[in-house]
């Protein structure tokens, strides 16, 4: 998240941030310099929910906010032409069912007719044919019926995938065209998106650590992506996030964006002490030690070692005593 901590050294050797009671030798290091802006919280992927025909919405199961499994069911959209267009088919269906049975009937009485003489082949093949044909009209419109009732199985709105649901712009027993738009769904994932100005954009680096405030608490993110292209001005930039709040979509979130380096002093916290509203640290001057007056800065840490930055009191060279 921040480059390297000072160099501390004891004893004419060089040890780790957190060391031990002794002196340590103060030199600047950088830091980074960072740079407030917002983010904001959105869904990796958004899906549109659409109506696969066209009718009134019956049945509307979601409202804002719900959560969605790929697949449920959410709203039932009706359409009435079709059920009526399925009952002449059935009525289709019952003349050509007693046509066929007029026809099978005719079949076998010419078979036993042609048997004594009393009908030619010609006039069996004649109703055989008939009767082939009605099975075969038969055949068609209950492949018509079948397209039908699919037709209205596909009034059933179906979720595109997991997640939860953005907005909904339809209402109960409104009118919906085929292919309108019923929910739109925010799902797989979310991330912070940054809007940077276009000043900073060579300062940014991928895999960069972040750090963020969204609703009092700190959290840590990494710089996921870039955006090559400049939109009005600024940068776009992903963050990935871990235990980001996603109770509302859209919502800004304040970031704190490294943007360059600048060099200072820092001192490990546990080194500061404060009596009276007044920072003090402990300084050897000629074999002896010495309470300086220092201010303070803003807390630095350093691969998970907390220390703090020191604005002035301290200069490169001075020898800090640890507790």
Do not use: W
């Amino acid at each position: 998240m921040i480059g390297r901590l000072i160099a501390l050294l004891l004893a004419g050797a060089c040890l780790p941030f957190a060391a031990d009671a002794g002196t340590l030798t103060l030199q600047p290091t950088a830091i980074p310099e960072l740079k407030a802006v917002y983010g904001q919280v959105e869904a990796r992927d958004s899906v549109l929910a659409r109506s696969r025909i066209g009718g009134t919405m019956v049945d509307l199961r979601i409202t804002e906010g719900d959560t969605v499994k790929a697949g449920d069911v959410i709203a039932v959209v009706k359409d009435d032409k079709i059920d009526f267009q399925i009952k002449a088919v059935d009525a289709q269906l019952l003349g050509l069912q007693a046509s066929l049975k007029n026809a099978v009937a005719e079949l076998e009485r010419a078979e036993r007719l042609i048997k004594s003489g009393a009908a030619t082949a010609q006039r069996l093949d004649q109703i055989r044919t008939e009767t082939d044909v009605i099975r075969n009209q038969i055949a068609a419109t209950e492949a018509q019926r079948s397209v039908l009732v699919e037709q209205a199985n596909e009034g059933d709105v179906l979720a595109p995938g997991d997640g939860r649901v953005l907005k909904v712009p339809v209402t109960q027993d409104a009118v919906v065209m085929p292919g309108e738009v019923v929910a739109n769904i925010g799902g797989g994932g979310f991330y912070l998106r940054l809007a940077i100005p276009e000043r900073h954009a060579m300062a940014l680096r991928q895999g960069a650590q972040i750090r963020i405030s969204a609703a009092g608490e700190a959290l840590s993110g990494t710089l996921a992506k870039i955006y090559p292209q400049i939109e009005n001005g600024r940068v776009i930039a992903d963050v990935e996030v871990e235990k980001l709040n996603t109770e509302f979509v859209n919502a800004r979130v304040l970031v704190e964006l490294p943007i360059g380096e600048r060099r200072a002093i820092v001192i490990p916290r546990g080194a500061l002490v404060t009596r009276s509203g007044i920072d003090f640290v402990s300084i050897s001057e000629n074999g002896k030690t010495v309470e300086r007056a220092v201010i303070a800065g803003q807390p630095v840490d350093i691969d998970g070692v907390p220390g703090i930055e020191i604005l002035t009191g301290l200069v490169a060279g001075d020898i800090l005593v640890t507790p």
